[in-house]
């Protein structure tokens, strides 16, 4: 049963036509994951880790210091910058974020936020986009709806599902239900199920 991450699952439900099947092909021949090649996993874990032990915002810069390849030393301050005005004057409180599977057609998708926080007392689960492309509302939609539809259970009640655009310090919640994205969803994967054995 293939199984992709989220991330990939939004880079193909947001390709058409070739560049759609080239994504798929892409995903399933690449050498399977290794940390040491995930370019932004220190940056990642960083986070997270000031966050589980209450740390102050001053922190975040602390990465900085943690790496010594130079495109992380280049591409991390904008990132820590996108972080530290995100954070502002915000409180937080840690909680543990949930990741479950979504299954359909034989394709599993990993949802796997990486923040769980109650701002100002607020629960959000947090997924970080780190990428330089711009994040279309497309991709919000998809990546809330999966996270609301696989982790709202697990969560607590009235937890918001949102999306944060590290570079550019924004975070992003749904507004209102897409009627038709669980279809939608269902034939990407039904898509990528009947594709993966021909790639």
């Given at each position: 049963m293939p199984k992709i991450?989220?991330?990939d699952?939004?880079?193909?439900v947001s390709a058409s036509g070739t560049p759609k099947a080239t994504k798929v092909s892409q995903i399933k021949n690449r050498r399977p994951y290794q940390p040491a090649f995930d370019f932004y996993k220190p940056i990642r874990d960083h986070i997270t880790e000031i966050h589980q032990n209450n740390r102050p915002k001053?922190?975040?810069?602390d990465v900085l210091r943690k790496v010594n390849d130079p495109k992380k030393l280049a591409g991390y301050p904008a990132l820590v910058d996108g972080?530290?005005?995100w954070w502002g004057r915000k409180s937080f409180t840690w909680f543990n974020p949930p990741d479950d599977l979504f299954s359909l057609h034989g394709v599993?998708?990993?949802?796997?936020p990486e923040l769980g926080l109650?701002?100002?007392g607020q629960p959000h689960l947090i997924k970080i986009y780190f990428k330089a492309d711009p994040l279309s509302k497309n991709k919000?939609?998809?990546i809330t709806h999966l996270m609301e539809t696989c982790l709202s259970g697990?969560?607590?009640?009235?937890?918001?599902m949102s999306v944060l655009d590290l570079r550019r310090a924004r975070q992003f919640s749904p507004t209102v239900p897409i009627a038709t994205l669980d279809a939608i969803l269902g034939a990407e994967l039904a898509y990528i199920a009947a594709l993966w054995s021909n790639v």
């Open positions: 991450s989220l991330t699952f939004v880079d193909v001053v922190t975040v810069r972080y530290t005005r599993d998708v990993s949802v796997n109650k701002i100002n919000i939609d998809i697990q969560c607590p009640s009235g937890t918001i």
